[in-house]
């Protein structure tokens, strides 16, 4: 089921990349046009998934990274149609799309463990993915902004010279991102330990909840991922940060987010395997 | 008719010569109302820049609306024919197309790829339709031309890339912050290429210009043509603390800001972008200020490479964008003698269908007799042999491969057929140059 949409993002990243070459504005509406039609069908699969089990499947992993795909693709889209900014596309897009090809290989079943059934849990997934999300478009952003940064510093205006927005525009952007993200990953983290608490109440022996803890290396990344966001809003209002390093800290910061949502959530957690 | 233009340009004239015969915007829609009024001439559009003065007419004689219009152009502006005909150049047909093409793309400008001339070509046409000086032959020409410029700027790089350094400037700052509204610039020493840059700057819609200068004098008079500010020589530390945007161009012999003066003067705002242009020669800007993490420190050799690459960009699109301008111009012939096919399909059909008629008129004693409802069928079906007849004439005539091939299917036509046209059709077909050796 997550084949379809893989193909229609995978047609949208060529269109966006001839579209970035070419810099005309027919392929430019044929790759939004693409990529809308691959999140309305992304949007169906998800639709379909939440009436199979009754909530929006995320406990899976597979099913967790083709939901964090689908709000990363409607937050560019977002981004992309508020701003008219399309050169921005051939560098989400890989993103989307790599990720796209996990649920498309391991669709996984989503087991519907009791413990689960409570509004905070479902809370605190939907407010990390779009974390998430919105921390993947900063780092894409900020990737960005290195690129453009280099041209005009080095005064070699080059390839990305003319395709790519103006440093303020992509610093701006950047720093939305950000607040956005960091807000919803405090909100999600909060929601956690409210969560974890009221659960260990209602099933003591869970394995999961027992090995709630900073020893979990998902728990411990999550919180450095925190610290991380923390410190570039801290360093950008206080420390007069901005620019260069702002988009710096945003790549690490997402570098930190895919470790913790792709290696350590399929592989290390303990505490977050509920499938 | 003919389609025919007469002109000089930067390629046929010295710059007294076309300052002479250019028309100012204001007497754009009287020149082509006073041309288009004269006999020989139906139509006529006049497209006047600082390259070019150009004058394109519908006639049904060329050679008259050329002895004409020299006539017009040396009375007009007062010039002695001999003075300025060695300089013209006159295109003819689908010769003059071409030439609207190019000169709509940008091909055929100074400055190849220059973005201005496109919206100077659809003005000129503007003023002269709003005059009703244009009718079939130049408004689809000009409509056409509209097109064929946008399309080489859509699909080429020609317009792309700043050819001057002020431009450079320009770009490049926009590049950095994005708009500039709210940007504050800061000129230090009042020279031309620091006036011709604050000057693009203040189209571009800065905030405050602040001027300085050694002799307050220069910088006032400066402030003046800008729009600016002009404060003594020793504020320029304080203006260069809150400044965005900096121009240097002084004669100083040595740095007038260093690293250390930036610092200090820039305080806390440190992290926000500064783009230094030092234009002056020796420099007035310290090379190590560009090591600061903020700044953008750009000089006069730095933005020239950048014009000189834009300029070797420009010209390896020329190609691309004169077989665009071609591809147009095969188009718009073909389009146009497709448009020309038309009065004889039209007589044609009058000729078919007067038969028809006629034929009818002729039984009218025998039809009578039938039902209202045959007869009305009788019709129906006659009227739906001729329309079937004429298919494929009316389709082989639209799509004939060149000229002369039309030619003479129009006057086998017209024998066979005893056609008698009233209109006579737009003849594009012979874009011959009156003199080749004016035009490169």
């Not at chain 1, 909100?187 to 027992?210: F, H, K, S, Y």
Request: glycine share 6%.
């Amino acid at each position: 089921m997550n084949t379809l949409p893989l193909v229609l993002y995978a047609a949208a990243g060529i269109v966006y990349a001839i579209h970035f070459a070419r810099r005309d504005s027919t392929t430019g509406r044929a790759a939004t046009t693409l990529l809308l039609l691959g999140a309305l069908v992304h949007t169906f699969v998800i639709g379909m998934q939440t009436m199979e089990v009754h909530h929006v499947p995320f406990a899976n992993p597979s099913r967790a990274v083709s939901t964090f795909v689908w709000l990363l693709t409607l937050s560019y889209l977002y981004l992309e149609l508020t701003t008219d900014e399309r050169s921005m596309g051939v560098f989400i897009l890989p993103v989307v799309i790599g990720l796209q090809v996990i649920p498309a290989i391991y669709p996984g079943t989503e087991y519907a463990d009791p413990v689960l059934d409570s509004p905070w849990f479902w809370v605190h997934v939907s407010s990390l993915l779009f974390a998430y999300a919105s921390f993947g478009l900063a780092g894409v952003l900020g990737l960005i902004y290195m690129l453009q940064f280099k041209e005009i510093k080095k005064k070699h205006l080059g390839y990305f010279y003319t395709r790519l927005p103006s440093l303020q525009i992509l610093d701006v952007m950047n720093s939305r991102a950000v607040a956005v993200g960091w807000l919803f990953l405090t909100v999600g983290v909060i929601v956690g330990v409210v969560w974890t608490a009221e659960a260990r109440a209602i099933a003591p022996n869970d394995p999961n909840l027992r090995a709630m803890s900073l020893d979990d290396p998902k728990i411990f990344i999550a919180l450095l991922t925190w610290a991380v966001y923390s410190f570039a809003m801290f360093a950008r209002r206080t420390l007069a940060w901005s620019g260069r390093r702002a988009a710096r800290l945003s790549a690490i910061g997402f570098g930190f987010v895919m470790l913790n949502f792709l290696l350590i959530n399929y592989f290390v957690t303990t505490s977050h395997s509920f499938y | 008719m003919h389609l025919f233009l007469l002109g000089v340009s930067h390629r046929t004239a010295p710059i007294d010569l076309r300052e002479r015969l250019d028309f100012s915007s204001r007497d754009l829609s009287a020149a082509a109302e006073a041309i288009a009024a004269r006999p020989s001439m139906s139509e006529s559009v006049v497209l006047s820049t600082c390259n070019r003065s150009e004058i394109y007419v519908a006639s049904s004689d060329p050679a008259i609306a050329r002895e004409e219009l020299v006539a017009f152009l040396s009375d007009y502006h007062h010039v002695a024919a001999q003075l300025f005909q060695p300089h013209l150049f006159a295109l003819e047909n689908s010769a003059a197309v071409a030439h609207l093409f190019r000169v709509a793309a940008g091909l055929d400008s100074l400055v190849v790829g220059e973005p201005q001339i496109l919206g100077q070509v659809k003005d000129a046409y503007q003023v002269a339709a709003a005059k009703r000086c244009v009718g079939p032959v130049l408004s689809n020409v000009f409509r056409w031309s509209f097109g064929v410029g946008k399309r080489v700027r859509s699909e080429t790089a020609l317009g792309e890339g700043a050819v001057s350094v002020s431009f450079a400037a320009v770009a490049l700052a926009r590049k950095i912050f994005g708009r500039l509204q709210a940007r504050r610039v800061l000129v230090v020493g009042a020279g031309d290429i620091s006036s011709l840059t604050a000057q693009h700057l203040r189209a571009q819609g800065v905030g405050d210009i602040v001027i300085t200068s050694r002799t307050l004098a220069h910088a006032e008079a400066l402030a003046h043509d800008v729009g600016g500010l002009a404060v003594p020589w020793d504020g320029m530390m304080n203006a260069l603390g809150s400044a965005d945007i900096v121009i240097t161009a002084t004669g100083s012999q040595r740095p007038i800001i260093t690293r250390a003066q930036l610092v200090a003067a820039q305080g806390h705002r440190r992290s926000t972008p500064l783009f230094i242009i030092d234009i002056a020669v020796p420099r007035d800007v310290d090379p190590s200020v560009g090591e600061i993490e903020q700044v953008f420190l750009y000089n006069v050799d730095d933005l020239q490479s950048i014009v000189e690459e834009n300029l070797s960009r420009r010209a390896a699109e020329v190609e691309h964008a004169e077989s665009i301008v071609n591809d147009e111009v095969t188009k718009f012939m073909a389009w146009q003698r497709s448009r020309s096919a038309v009065p004889t399909i039209v007589a044609l059909r009058q000729r078919f269908e007067a038969i028809r008629v006629s034929e009818l008129q002729r039984l009218e004693n025998k039809l009578g007799v039938l039902p209202p409802d045959a007869r009305a069928r009788v019709d129906d079906v006659t009227r739906l042999i001729v329309e079937k007849l004429l298919i494929e004439p009316t389709e082989q005539l639209k799509g004939l491969p060149d000229e002369e091939t039309q030619a003479a299917y129009t006057e086998a036509i017209n024998r066979l057929f005893k056609l008698q046209q009233d209109e006579e059709p737009l003849d594009f077909s012979r874009g011959k140059r009156s003199d080749p050796s004016k035009r490169p």
